[in-house]
């Protein structure tokens, strides 16, 4: 029931319910986004192809500030799937003064090759930019936060449970910074610890290439300290993708 009370606390504060940071609104713009696209084939002696997108949009209403992303992977290496992903998240942010805001944000995500059908993870709390010029930024947030996971059939059948969830600490550490005058480098950590930690570190290099088009480079890492059986603990993604700004 307190897992419930929570929950519905921190639904309540959220005027739109992401990961936070996409902080590409630039002047006085409200709205801007982000596309980012990235696909391989090969055929003949080894048939493999994979796709990863994503679509970031940020929205700026007074003191607040809303982000949605939607992000896709799907690989296939020899008409067998190998790899696939789904997230949705959306967050709020109400800037206090400056330097300091207050979040509120939910997520889903589906990624079968866990052995979760999907999880959900929800958190408010408290946001501090530590550093916020031109060409650099750094900021932290913390807060609690619930995590949802449903195992999917037959990995429910395995563990003798079907869900899995847990009140936990959610937090964000963001840096960015411009590299010359048109590349970019972001290192992203968010981290839900509660009765195990669920990790994930974001590396990313973006190059301008003409106008609003440039290409990212980008190695995420995702780890979870108390894997279901006969999965890892850590996953690796590393992707190059174009990115188009709007």
Do not use: C
Not at 68 to 88: C, H, I, N, Q, S
Not at 109 to 135: H, K, M, W
């Amino acid at each position: 029931m307190n897992k419930l009370l929570l929950t519905a606390a921190i639904t309540l504060t959220m005027p739109f319910a992401a990961h936070a940071g996409s902080d590409f609104v630039e002047g006085d713009a409200t709205f801007a986004g982000e596309a980012e696209l990235g696909a391989t084939l090969t055929t003949g002696n080894t048939d493999t192809s994979s796709l990863k997108a994503r679509l970031a949009l940020k929205q700026e209403l007074g003191n607040w500030e809303n982000q949605y992303v939607l992000e896709g992977l799907y690989k296939e290496d020899t008409e067998e799937v190998t790899a696939k992903r789904y997230f949705f998240g959306v967050q709020g942010d109400y800037q206090i003064n400056d330097v300091s805001y207050a979040f509120a944000n939910t997520n889903y995500e589906v990624d079968p090759f866990t052995g979760y059908d999907f999880t959900s993870t929800t958190s408010a709390g408290y946001g501090y930019r530590f550093i916020d010029t031109e060409r650099m930024s750094l900021k932290a947030e913390a807060g609690p936060g619930y995590i949802y996971q449903q195992l999917d059939d037959e990995t429910s059948l395995a563990e003798g449970y079907d869900s899995d969830d847990s009140i936990v600490l959610h937090a964000v550490v963001d840096f960015q910074t411009k590299v010359g005058e048109s590349s970019k480098f972001q290192q992203k950590f968010v981290a839900d610890w509660g009765e195990k930690l669920d990790g994930r570190s974001e590396t990313s290099l973006t190059a301008n290439i003409i106008g609003a088009l440039a290409m990212k480079f980008a190695v995420i890492v995702r780890y979870n300290s108390d894997p279901l059986d006969d999965k890892k603990s850590t996953d690796t993604e590393t992707n190059m993708t174009l990115l188009y700004s709007f």
